[in-house]
């Protein structure tokens, strides 16, 4: 049971590079979502969406860009990285809205550091 | 604005005894949703539990129980009899509901955990 997939786990860039993450769950899922995890601030939601085709920004979205092509693929991109954007990112999914019958299904974190 | 706060930072506890993980909520929403998360070191966010804000009934899984308190705005979570792998960072989060509900969820700093043999 893969669930949700993060690549890659780790990786370090030098400020003004760009990366993308990508995030592919394999439950069908219409919603999906990355967080960002820094101490002491607990997980910001950067961008989600509800579907195929459809993005929306989140609580920290700057700097940020998603792409949602694929129902069950979720891109979350940097286009020159910053010091700043150094984190754990994580992707999550759901069935539905957590607040129907579903819950949040995480992926095991990617770890950014710009240096 | 919704927010959560998990006041503790860090928790320590020896093996065997109860602790309890501080959860205060705001919201403006009359129906929204409380979850629990639990990070273990290996890094993933594992679902503990949902509450909506109509049912204040406590819940007991195991050694797990949950305490919610509309008047207080709380959502306290207990271990009972802990053990080493309990030790974790706990996420408490908040959610809104409605037609327009995206699920995206609003979380708490984190609590860590950690058990002591």
């Known amino acids: 049971n893969a669930g949700v997939t993060q690549t890659p786990k780790f990786r370090v860039l030098k400020t003004g590079q760009s990366m993308t993450l990508l995030c592919a769950q394999d439950?069908?899922?219409?919603?999906m979502y990355w967080y960002r995890q820094d101490p002491g601030m607990g997980l910001r939601l950067i961008h989600y969406?509800?579907?195929?085709?459809?993005?929306a920004k989140g609580e920290v979205p700057d700097g940020y860009n998603v792409s949602r092509l694929k129902k069950q693929n979720f891109l979350l991109g940097l286009e020159s990285a910053a010091p700043s954007q150094t984190s754990v990112y994580f992707c999550?999914?759901?069935?539905?809205?957590?607040?129907?019958?579903?819950?949040?299904?995480f992926g095991e974190g990617s770890r950014l550091t710009v240096l | 604005a919704q927010k959560v706060t998990q006041a503790q930072t860090e928790i320590s506890v020896v093996e065997k005894e109860d602790v309890t993980l501080d959860c205060v909520y705001e919201?403006?929403?009359?129906?929204?949703?409380l979850f629990w998360y639990k990070q273990p070191p290996s890094g993933e966010l594992v679902f503990l539990i949902r509450?909506?804000?109509?049912?204040?009934q406590n819940e007991i899984s195991g050694r797990y129980s949950w305490n919610f308190q509309k008047s207080t705005s709380s959502f306290n979570f207990t271990i009972t009899a802990s053990q080493v792998v309990d030790s974790a960072v706990y996420f408490c989060?908040?959610?809104?509901?409605?037609?327009?509900?995206?699920?995206?969820?609003?979380f708490g700093q984190g609590t860590t955990l950690q058990v002591k043999p």
């Open positions: 969406s509800v579907g195929e085709g459809t993005t």
């Open positions: 989060a908040l959610s809104e509901a409605g037609t327009s509900n995206t699920g995206k969820l609003i």
């Open positions: 439950m069908n899922h219409e919603y």
């Open positions: 919201t403006r929403d009359t129906t929204y949703y």
């Open positions: 509450r909506n804000s109509f049912d204040e």
């Open positions: 999550a999914s759901s069935r539905e809205s957590p607040t129907g019958t579903g819950e949040l299904f």
